[in-house]
């Protein structure tokens, strides 16, 4: 199987044919998001003003959609109620921080959720940037694995974090010029 193929979802660089694409996409993430996360963790209503800050990038990938040569430059007409998942992060002059990370759960353990963070890693790399950083629910196991797999370490527990009572690890990880 080929490489995962992440797109960036940005307004900035839509043109007018496909801003519907943009709102489609947009609305189908923040139904993901409703799904997966718990109300007062998601970001659901937020994700069209997140998305158009500055120093905020959001990825996806769609079920399948592998890199090969021949689509590699070619637009298709993509279905949005096929996303897999997707990652949000932001930056600043030193580090990025990984704010969401999802993957729809019955596309998990494919390397969706794999292939979002490398390429979100090599793109902050690009930026020459120190470390990652972000946080995670201990007992969200998996997440906690495929994190440490990649290379991030905990740094800290931060206490309450999620709610009273329930913490979250402060992972990094640190990278090589």
């Not at 990825?59 to 298709?76: A, C, F, P, R």
């Not at 990370?101 to 963070?117: F, K, P, T, W």
Request: aromatic share 8%.
């Amino acid at each position: 199987m080929g490489a995962r193929k992440i797109r960036s979802l940005s307004l900035l660089t839509s043109n007018h044919s496909t801003l519907n694409d943009y709102a489609v996409v947009l609305a189908e993430i923040a139904r993901l998001e409703r799904r997966i996360f718990p109300k007062h963790e998601s970001l659901a209503g937020d994700f069209s003003q997140e998305v158009k800050k500055r120093n905020q990038k959001l990825l996806y990938v769609i079920q399948g959609d592998v890199v090969t040569e021949q689509k590699e430059h070619e637009e298709e007409k993509l279905d949005p109620t096929l996303i897999a998942g997707y990652l949000m992060y932001s930056w600043s002059s030193l580090a990025a921080s990984i704010t969401k990370l999802a993957v729809r759960e019955s596309c998990r353990r494919q390397g969706y959720g794999e292939a979002l963070l490398q390429s979100a890693i090599q793109q902050i790399q690009a930026r020459r940037l120190q470390c990652v950083n972000l946080h995670v629910d201990p007992t969200r196991v998996a997440a906690v694995a495929l994190y440490e797999k990649i290379g991030f370490h905990v740094d800290t527990v931060v206490h309450s974090y999620y709610a009273p009572n329930r913490d979250a690890y402060r992972m990094v990880l640190e990278l090589t010029s």
